[in-house]
Structures are given as structure tokens and as C-alpha cells.
């Protein structure tokens, strides 16, 4: 047993399941949860307490789950607020952001109530990404802003760029693009991102992190206190947390590669001559096809063996759904 914690390191890892569950979603611990979100809203919200709803596991399949907080906060002014927050690993987070914000919606609105009383609470969706949101440049825009990791998201009118709609927000981190180091740690906001990036691999309390807020944190996440229950929850879920990062990753550089290998060909196909130059382009072509189809049916195999939806593995490698259900 002694060998197994040493290999785990000192503390547990708040980017796991059982990590992220065992900081912040405990009643007894929650002003650890009251202090990062103030972090978050930075003055926009100051939450003086919270109520936990009960937790839920979010997802069809056991590979999909994560830990979900929906949690009832009351600001400093008494006003009454709710929040989604968990951790995403996962394709086409943007829609389920918008899924899971507009379930909670349609939660506050009574069955059958009569009239055309619509007043709902203000919510908030926030998102601890353990990816880089626009990794392929999907949002076609280039984020000039310093906190290229902080997505702080409103329905707002294109033109005017006024808010529309103040009762509804995104606050998403993503971790990979926080790369500060501790001289460069400006905020309370820097020092919990800092702290959940580089938790697992501290051995003690560094002086540059605020002792009254992180002190807790230090106090009870030493892997040594934890239960021989514990220990073996969180050993599950951190082999769970690196299984899922190593399919995704290999997805991605498959695609990265299918990618670079496409745009030499198309520009090698530009400038070869006709006749038989374009014959051979043309056969070049073929087996890039084929070897794209090959990378594409080797992903949706390791994606439909995570147990994602079959919709959602089909629209994310061309594919399609009977090709995907025959794997």
C-alpha cells in the first residue's frame, strides 16, 4: 500500500473525478468552493453561501460520466443564483454546455402552471476544459485577449455588442492554455488554476499561494489520510482520467496528421502537369483516402469502445452511423 501512494504522489488530484468530488463537492468543505467561483466572477458576483443539490453523474454511458454540481448560491445582497459546474473531457462541449444550461432552465419553470409568469433565477454554466477549446481553429476567430484560457461567454447583440440577456453566462477554463508561472501569478483567479494544474505533483504549501484560502486544500488532500476506500476510488478514477486522455490525444494527432497529409497532397496535385503526372497525383490521392478512412475507422473503434454516442462518433470522423454501428 505504501508503494502505491508514493506512486500516486502526496496529494490527490483535484483533475480527476474523485479529486474534483472530494475538494469541492463536500458540505463541510464548501467555502473551498465559495472561494474559487468569487475567483471566477472576480466582483461580477460575490457568493456569501451556498446549498448543494444532490450530485449527479452526467452521462448515457459509465465511460462518459463526470461529476455534476448543481449548486443554489446566495450573493452578497441576498440575491439567489444558480450554477452548473463541472469538469468537461470531451468533443462538441459547446452543445452540451447549451444542453445542459437549458435543462436547468426548464427546470425552474413548474409543470402546469398557469399564466405567462417566465421570471427565472439567473444561471451560470462553468467549465473546467481539460482541453484547448480552439485547438483546430474551430471558432474561426483569434482570440487577441492576456487570458487566452478564461472564456467568459453572454448572449449579446453582434452589433452594438450590448448584453442582451444578463441572466445567462459561461465561465469555461482551459487548463492547457494556463502556462503562467508563480512570478506571474497577478490574481486569486492565477493561483486556483495554478494550484489545480499543479496540485498532484507539489509536496507542500509554496509561499506564493495565499495560506488562508489554500491552506485547507493541503490540510486534507494528502493522499496518506485517505481511507483504503478512498485510495481505491481515486486509483480508479486516475487510471479512468488517463485512459481518456490518451484516446483523445491519439485522436487527435491522427487527425492532425490525416490533416497536414491532405494539404501537401492537394498542393503537389496544384502543380503536377497533365497526363500521366496527373495519373500519378491522382493515385497518390487514392491511398491518402484510403489511409484517411483507415485513421477515421480506428478512431471511431477507441471512441465507440469509451462508449460515446454513435451520432456523436459519426459526425466527429465523417463516418457514418451504420459505419460506426458495424465497428
Not at 474561426?140 to 487570458?147: K, P, Q
Amino acid at each position: 500500500m505504501a508503494k502505491s501512494k508514493k506512486h500516486l504522489g502526496k496529494y490527490v488530484d483535484p483533475r480527476t473525478d474523485f479529486g474534483w468530488k472530494f475538494y469541492f463537492g463536500r458540505e463541510d468543505n464548501k467555502i473551498l468552493l465559495i472561494e474559487f467561483l468569487n475567483s471566477l466572477f472576480h466582483g461580477e458576483k460575490i457568493i456569501s453561501d451556498l446549498r448543494y443539490k444532490p450530485v449527479e453523474q452526467d452521462g448515457d454511458y459509465e465511460e462518459m460520466r463526470r461529476v455534476v454540481f448543481d449548486l443554489h448560491c446566495i450573493g452578497s445582497d441576498g440575491e439567489v443564483f444558480i450554477i452548473e459546474m463541472q469538469q468537461l473531457f470531451q468533443e462538441f462541449f459547446k452543445d452540451r454546455a447549451v444542453y445542459y444550461t437549458s435543462r436547468l432552465i426548464n427546470k425552474q419553470l413548474a409543470r402546469g402552471k398557469k399564466g405567462s409568469d417566465y421570471y427565472l433565477p439567473e444561471v451560470y454554466f462553468i467549465g473546467i476544459l481539460e482541453f484547448d477549446m480552439d485547438r483546430n481553429g474551430s471558432s474561426g476567430i483569434s482570440r487577441v485577449t492576456e487570458r487566452p484560457y478564461f472564456y467568459d461567454v453572454a448572449l449579446c447583440d453582434k452589433l452594438t455588442k450590448e448584453i442582451f440577456y444578463d441572466k445567462l453566462g459561461y465561465k469555461m477554463i482551459s487548463l492547457p492554455l494556463f502556462n503562467k508561472q508563480p512570478e506571474e501569478l497577478k490574481t486569486v483567479m492565477d493561483q486556483w488554476l495554478y494550484l489545480l494544474k499543479h496540485l498532484s505533483t507539489m509536496d507542500r504549501l509554496p509561499s506564493f499561494l495565499d495560506k488562508r484560502i489554500f491552506g485547507l486544500i493541503f490540510e486534507i488532500g494528502e493522499i496518506g489520510k485517505l481511507t483504503e476506500e478512498e485510495l481505491m476510488s481515486y486509483e480508479a478514477s486516475l487510471k479512468h482520467k488517463r485512459d481518456a486522455e490518451s484516446v483523445f490525444n491519439s485522436a487527435m494527432k491522427s487527425g492532425e496528421a490525416l490533416g497536414h497529409a491532405k494539404g501537401l497532397a492537394e498542393g503537389k496535385a496544384k502543380g503536377l502537369a497533365e497526363g500521366k503526372a496527373k495519373g500519378l497525383a491522382e493515385g497518390k490521392a487514392k491511398g491518402l483516402a484510403e489511409g484517411e478512412r483507415k485513421k477515421a475507422l480506428e478512431t471511431a473503434k477507441a471512441f465507440k469502445e469509451m462508449g460515446l454516442p454513435i451520432a456523436d462518433i459519426a459526425k466527429g470522423t465523417g463516418l457514418s452511423v451504420e459505419e460506426v454501428e458495424k465497428l
